[in-house]
């Protein structure tokens, strides 16, 4: 079975621009989860979506925002890009009614410039 | 607030040596935990998990010891390998809900 999916894999942006990444969770999963990773603060929580709708929101500026769609396949978007979004973003993705364990991709890391 | 805490920063132990990864928490409606090893340019991989009706659960290699009284959780790996080297994460959940509280990680380093 393939497992969590997420593109690109690295990307280069400038300050104030907009950026989308995609994350194609396992196949049958219906939820999905992202997570920013920097240096020293660990993984931070950014939203969770189930069956196209947002269950939980992390505490994020309204810059980034997120969908899901009816194949489960997510993306997120950051607009106006800061230097400090500059991170590693994991998508993750959880067995429907098999537990709490999810499943990571290898990540997008995002550099701004 | 940090929730989850990982207070060793890192950790080196001399192969087939116990490694021992620590993890306190603070919010008492935690009642799942789990335990993620992570190698760089990779995402985190799922490692052992333990309810908290449970004070242990062993998996190989893997223990997981959870003292619900003092809200603290522990990672014994025996014996440790150079393999194993890697960021160590705690994660909690509350099982109403359904998002993981992350700590910061340990990085474990394994010497042969």
């Known amino acids: 079975k393939a497992g969590v999916t997420q593109t690109p894999r690295y990307l280069i942006k400038t300050r104030g621009q907009q950026v989308t990444l995609s994350c194609s969770p396992i196949s049958g999963h219906r939820s999905v989860s992202w997570y920013q990773q920097t240096p020293g603060q660990g993984l931070q929580f950014l939203f969770e979506?189930?069956?196209?709708?947002?269950?939980n929101k992390g505490n994020f500026p309204g810059r980034f925002s997120g969908r899901q769609f009816s194949n489960s396949r997510s993306e997120m978007n950051v607009s106006t890009l800061e230097l400090g979004d500059s991170a590693l973003y994991l998508c993750a993705s959880v067995k429907t009614g098999g537990g709490y364990e999810q499943y990571f991709g290898p990540g997008t890391r995002l550099t701004v410039t | 607030d940090q929730q989850v805490k990982q207070n060793s920063p890192s950790l080196s132990v001399q192969e087939g040596r116990i490694s021992i990864l620590n993890c306190d928490y603070t919010n008492s409606m935690f009642d799942y935990f789990l335990w993620y090893k992570k190698y760089p340019a990779e995402g985190p991989t799922f490692l052992i998990s333990?309810?908290?009706?449970?004070d242990k659960n062993e998996d190989g290699r893997f223990t997981v010891f959870l003292n619900k009284s003092a809200k603290h959780l522990s990672l014994h790996i025996v014996p440790s390998q150079p393999g194993d080297s890697a960021v160590y994460f705690c994660?909690?959940?509350?099982?109403?809900?359904?998002?993981?509280?992350f700590g910061k990680g340990t990085m474990l380093l394994v010497s042969p």
């Open positions: 979506y189930f069956s196209e709708t947002q269950r």
């Open positions: 333990i309810s908290s009706i449970k």
């Open positions: 994660a909690a959940i509350n099982s109403g809900y359904s998002t993981l509280t």
